[in-house]
């Protein structure tokens, strides 16, 4: 199967995209389609599901090999600092953002995904977690006035 595969990555990334259009394609269908003058709430859904998967099938074909084109690129490590620590930032905002509030998970969804960069140095996580956290407020808090409280009730806010 290797000499029919020019780049791993390629490969993975359009069967990866493929399934994932299949899957909400057919997730799609369970609602009514309407016509593309009138659409119904599963039209829109199911056309996304559509170029996704076409585009998923154009980055496949791109890591084949058809002819004879040299050695194929070897997939290198995964960068499982990376992929775990980001990972973890994620859950850790979904899991932290009701008890502590957005501030605080914000905080450390942003400091967790720091730490997944080869270049961490703690001063400048920091900052960038401080920021972004004010950044997070002004949007959502000021800007857009979701009732979202900065503390929560686990740290004594609401």
């Known amino acids: 199967m290797e000499r029919f595969v020019r780049n791993p990555k390629d490969v993975g990334a359009g069967i990866l995209l493929i399934g994932l259009a299949a899957m909400f394609g057919i997730l799609s269908l ?3 389609m309407g016509s593309a003058v009138r659409m119904g709430p599963g039209y829109f859904p199911l056309v996304l599901s559509g170029i996704l998967g076409v585009l998923g099938l154009i980055v496949f074909i791109g890591g084949l090999r058809f002819a004879d084109e040299g050695e194929p690129i070897r997939l290198a490590a ?3 600092r990376g992929l775990v620590l980001v990972t973890l930032a994620v859950v850790v905002f979904g899991v932290g953002i009701r008890p502590l509030g957005l501030g ?3 905080g450390l969804a942003v400091f967790i ?12 996580a920091l900052a960038m977690t401080g920021l972004m956290v004010l950044f997070a407020w002004a949007v959502f808090i000021k800007g857009l006035g979701l009732p979202l409280p900065m503390l929560g009730p686990l740290l004594g806010g609401y």
Do not use: K, T, Y
């Open 104 to 106: 605080p998970a914000m």
């Open 30 to 32: 369970d609602l009514p």
């Open 113 to 124: 995904s720091a730490m997944a960069s080869r270049r961490f140095h703690l001063a400048s």
């Open 78 to 80: 995964l960068p499982w």
